[in-house]
């Protein structure tokens, strides 16, 4: 049993090589619910449902959201009539979205998501870390922004003062799956908006402690491999690199990845650390992806 | 000033003509919101988009129900996804649904429809009878049934024993409208479920007598030209021909218009009914269209 903590970008790409290693029933992917929330009228869960077209090899790996064969005619149809969508959805797309948003009006989320992976005949299990979305507010020089604000509106362009979110109650189920796995991956992913969010929640640290966890790290040098990741740990007072982020996972870390080239951080890590490899974390090819899954569950051994 | 009373098939088959002889600022369609209602998220004022469709030259007249242009991609995948949509709701359509679904939470169904007017391009005025939509239950042989349920999960196949709704406030702006109109025109729609629901608001029937009101039947002999008219007509307690349908607008009709068949009516109903004129009202081609709308606003002079 394998289970992998999942925001919507990062990990995705490292899912591509564990789900052609793993079977897929010994997989779980416990996902961020941080910042879900309604727009055009239809329930928004980006990170979920990335994951769950990830495993079904219909996500679209150009922006890591969405279908890639998906059209735009009711978003353009839209713009036509002086409707401008915050989310650029495309067709197919929404109809997920719908059918969520009706399946939430008599079904927890975790029940639809449940529902909407054997719709598309995914045999892995998604969770999301919880049935409630944490609202996260962004301190910035543009002031107090909502994080879609400062993602879309804004292109991740202010300057992070703080971030601000509050903690869920997690699914029991996603205890129980930390608990049960040989080994928790914790993917590549913002570890301040995607990762951190499942890990403050009562439980989650406790069951870390308790398991095999091994991470690979969102940095290569100062920069985060995407997405604003490197703001929000400045923000919170952390380095904005591998050690930056090992920093916040050291209670429970078990194995760490970190690039070719941060080789040099490799000894000041081990030192909190118990084991650090280093690999090529920079996943471009579909080989890339299965290599680097291989050999975080074999450990490296 | 001419205003128009409609409902979502006949009535717009005869605005196509309309529209072509009247100056679009001179026109006022008035339109049914019987039974208005969410499906699938999105608000639906079915008779309303067709009006409005139908003005701008974008209606489905295979239907008389959405654009002619429009794919249905989410409706398809919603498919796949396991969910039924209740109303087959294209791509484009669709995004005129949310746009008004997103309009509603800041304005009423009156301003909507003026957005969505400008956004259209539609220089006549579109008038929702009513910011409330009444709800209409049919008590039949299946049980009591939703007008959707009715029409669309049994095809209009039950037996109806009776037709219930209440009245509800009319806009302002309709009652204006109808007394400032040099002719009112009641489309051959529904009498009982598009036309009725019009006329039972308080002020609507005062206002009618005061402005000369003409009405095409919406019957051929014993049959309605489209939809089930007939049966709503029968549990009504009305003769389901030209006769019936008169009998409901005998308090302020000044030019009733029958079908060239049912000429052996005429006298029939001049018994109540100031000038009856025989005609074609079987609209197929736009010459058709434009010839009666000529004739019902020079008054077969």
């Not at 005949?121 to 400062?150: A, R």
Request: proline share 4%; hydrophobic share 35%; net charge negative.
């Amino acid at each position: 049993m394998i289970s992998v903590l999942s925001g919507g970008t990062g990990t995705p790409k490292l899912l591509q090589g564990i789900k052609r290693i793993v079977n897929p029933e010994d997989l779980t992917v416990i996902v961020n619910t941080l910042e879900n929330d309604y727009f055009s009228g239809v329930y928004v869960s980006a990170d979920i449902d990335t994951v769950m077209y990830t495993l079904c090899d219909l996500i679209n790996e150009d922006c890591w959201y969405g279908r890639y064969d998906d059209t735009f005619i009711t978003h353009e149809t839209l713009k036509e009539l002086g409707f401008e969508e915050t989310l650029r959805i495309g067709d197919k797309d929404r109809a997920l979205k719908i059918q969520k948003t009706q399946l939430l009006k008599e079904h927890t989320l975790e029940e639809c998501v449940k529902i909407q992976c054997n719709s598309l005949g995914i045999k892995s299990k998604v969770l999301p870390m919880s049935n409630l979305q944490p609202k996260v507010t962004l301190d910035t020089d543009y002031g107090l922004l909502s994080f879609h604000d400062f993602l879309i509106k804004h292109k991740s362009r202010p300057e992070v003062y703080d971030v601000i979110y509050e903690k869920v109650e997690a699914l029991d189920s996603v205890i129980e799956s930390i608990e049960k796995s040989d080994e928790v991956i914790i993917g590549p992913s913002n570890p301040i908006t995607s990762i951190n969010p499942i890990l403050i929640m009562p439980g989650v640290e406790k069951a870390l402690k308790n398991t095999y966890v091994c991470s690979v790290s969102p940095f290569v040098g100062d920069d985060a491999i995407s997405g604003p990741a490197g703001k929000f740990m400045k923000a919170k007072g952390f380095q904005t690199n591998c050690v930056g982020v090992s920093k916040i996972y050291e209670n429970f870390l078990d194995h760490y990845i970190i690039n070719t080239n941060d080789e040099k951080y490799k000894h000041i890590i081990e030192e909190f650390i118990p084991k650090v490899s280093v690999d090529n974390i920079i996943l471009k090819s579909l080989d890339d992806k299965i290599n680097l899954a291989k050999k975080i569950i074999e450990r490296y051994e």
